[in-house]
């Protein structure tokens, strides 16, 4: 079957339409950097501003331990924690995932990483799907490397490909799985399978896209087009705290707001009701799919969260569960939509969805 | 917040939220956040987006609403002391649910020494109560300061309430809760539902008649403790 070409799917840049219309803006790009080095008087403000938040917090924070705990009630207690732990198991791999996307647009030459992939899209799309075995970090880190290898020149649906698949093909995701379940029922080979499968079904279809710069959110899109424009004109250590800057400042946001929700909802939404649809075969698939949307938890250890679950539900819906969540969750959408638009993640959502209750099924009746 | 996490590493704290497992992990890239977030500050040369289009006033608002909570729960995490999770968030998971153990480890439990048996936690205890309730078990194992939380079974609330404790493999988001049942009627009065206690005694049938515990902690005492450092049981 036959795929648009690469570049009609790639992130606009300086090879396409996008560049050229911002040649005479590269002009200006070029006068910043023969001008030298110069820091606003804003930068000061800032570090200095910077420098008396950090007091004045750790002065209000001196006072509140003197008063005590604050006696809020436990669901608002247990929601700021559970948002909280979220939010600092979460913080690590965000570094990390933006290091290594800057290392990746930054550090490692252009042609490099693009070279090494085979040129046929599907055998592409596999190898990227894998990347995951070599970099082991949850699904939230995933995100600022996805952005980064859009920016480095991959396509879309390949970035999306990536993104999708891993967090379930690599060595951690693999080994706690196996911890939990063993080769029991196949959980542990219906998730690699599928997460696999699902990652490439939903590249191929992306990139039959007619308009692929479509499927990026507006503010993305543009940011892709400001790098390829005048990018090259700053050093690698500017671009290196550019980019920490700006992914930082765009994903911890919605890293908070994706864990707030998770965490209001761990509290609210009595649990009854998700274990009560366990005995359906085919809510059960849904209450499990539900389940791992509203937790929000890291494909890492959602084996061990989800096992005391393996008695009362069938294995097809621990696997839907296990594929569906990694892909899709609340925190996840709220990461995604920095890269994606809302219509994108919708039929994403959609189609992930569909083919994790398609894979669970199979394995209630294969199992 | 990477400055925040520091400040929880420093003051010992993280285990509050995450398995210690992760601690190094967590600590070093925090540091290098901190790091790259204040040479962007100091030295991070003049080259913002001039090109950019103004964004447009819808996205200017998502973005300073999502700037404003983002601010606001960082003050959040400053201000409220940090605290473990409480029985709302137990009640929301099924107690012993993931009480492991086997028939060697069981085998292992039945011929432990004294000072063994002595440490055995909430996790043990609720491991064992799972595979067996042979009153001869338990004979010659009296239960020695199993320090937990309160919290009511919910099928004798009156009289019998567990010794919990949060098994974390992860984060406190994974948190779910053994117990160990302890009989002693109108225990209410006494000790509240979340506050942290030590029991000793003995387990024997259960006298409850709602319970469905049919072994429990019929208890020499029970005393008010203060929550450990580390709450959670890894």
């Known amino acids: 079957m036959s795929s648009p070409s690469l570049d009609s799917a790639r992130a606009p840049g300086p090879h396409d339409g996008g560049g050229s219309d911002r040649a005479g803006r590269d002009h200006a790009g070029h006068d910043h950097a023969m001008a030298g080095p110069r820091r606003r008087p804003a930068h000061y403000l800032w570090l200095v501003g910077g420098v008396g938040v950090l007091v004045t917090m750790v002065a209000l924070r001196s006072l509140t331990a003197e008063a005590g705990p604050w006696g809020l009630p436990n669901p608002v207690q247990d929601l700021l924690t559970l948002s909280t732990s979220v939010v600092v198991e979460s913080l690590p791999f965000i570094v990390l995932g933006i290091a290594l996307s800057i290392l990746v647009q930054v550090w490692i030459p252009e042609a490099w990483l693009l070279r090494i992939l085979p040129r046929n899209p599907w055998g592409r799309r596999a190898v990227i799907s894998l990347f995951g075995m070599f970099l082991p970090v949850c699904e939230c880190g995933n995100v600022p490397l996805a952005r980064g290898l859009v920016r480095r020149g991959f396509t879309i649906p390949e970035s999306m490909t990536f993104l999708v698949a891993a967090p379930i093909l690599n060595p951690v995701t693999i080994i706690t799985t196996h911890q939990a379940f063993g080769f029991d029922d196949g959980i542990l080979v219906a998730r690699l399978l599928g997460g696999f499968l699902i990652a490439n079904v939903l590249g191929w279809l992306f990139s039959k896209h007619p308009d692929p710069h479509s499927l990026l959110s507006g503010r993305f899109a543009e940011q892709c087009r400001l790098d390829d424009g005048h990018g090259h004109t700053h050093s690698r250590r500017d671009q290196t705290l550019d980019l920490f800057v700006r992914e930082s400042s765009i994903l911890m946001p919605a890293l908070v707001i994706g864990s707030l929700v998770a965490g209001g909802i761990q509290v609210l939404v009595p649990r009854e009701v998700l274990v009560s649809l366990g005995s359906d075969p085919l809510l059960s698939m849904l209450a499990m799919m539900v389940l791992a949307f509203v937790i929000s938890i890291c494909a890492n250890v959602d084996s061990f969260f989800i096992l005391p679950f393996a008695s009362t539900f069938l294995p097809g819906s621990i696997v839907a569960f296990l594929v569906f969540g990694p892909i899709v969750d609340i925190k996840m959408l709220a990461l995604m939509r920095t890269t994606y638009s809302t219509r994108t993640l919708v039929q994403l959502t959609t189609i992930v969805a569909l083919m994790s209750a398609g894979l669970g099924l199979v394995v209630n009746y294969v199992a | ?234």
């Open chain 2, 1 to 234: 917040m990477a400055a925040i996490t520091l400040w929880l590493a420093v003051t010992g704290q993280l285990a509050l939220y995450i398995h210690p497992r992760y601690n190094v992990f967590t600590v070093t890239m925090s540091i290098i956040a901190v790091v790259l977030a204040v040479a962007s500050v100091v030295g991070r040369r003049d080259h913002d987006d001039e090109d950019a289009p103004p964004p447009r006033r819808s996205q200017r608002a998502l973005g300073l609403t999502a700037a404003a909570v983002a601010g606001l729960f960082t003050l959040g995490m400053v201000l409220v002391p940090p605290a473990s999770l409480s029985t709302a968030t137990a009640d929301q998971r099924e107690m012993n649910a993931t009480a492991g153990g086997d028939e060697e480890s069981l085998a292992a439990a039945a011929t432990a020494d004294e000072a063994s048996i002595a440490r055995f936690t909430v996790r043990e205890w609720a491991a064992i109560l799972r595979q067996t309730s042979d009153l001869s078990f338990f004979a010659d194992k009296p239960v020695t300061d199993l320090v937990g939380f309160v919290i009511a079974d919910e099928d004798d609330p009156e009289n019998v309430f567990y010794v919990s404790r949060f098994v974390v493999t992860c984060c406190a988001v994974d948190a779910q809760p053994l117990g160990v049942p302890v009989h002693l009627p109108d225990w209410a009065a006494t000790f509240e539902p979340d506050s942290w206690v030590s029991v000793s005694g003995e387990f024997a049938s259960n006298p409850s008649s709602s319970s469905l515990q049919p072994v429990a902690v019929i208890p020499d005492t029970v005393d008010s403790v203060e929550q450990p450092r580390e709450p959670y049981l890894f």
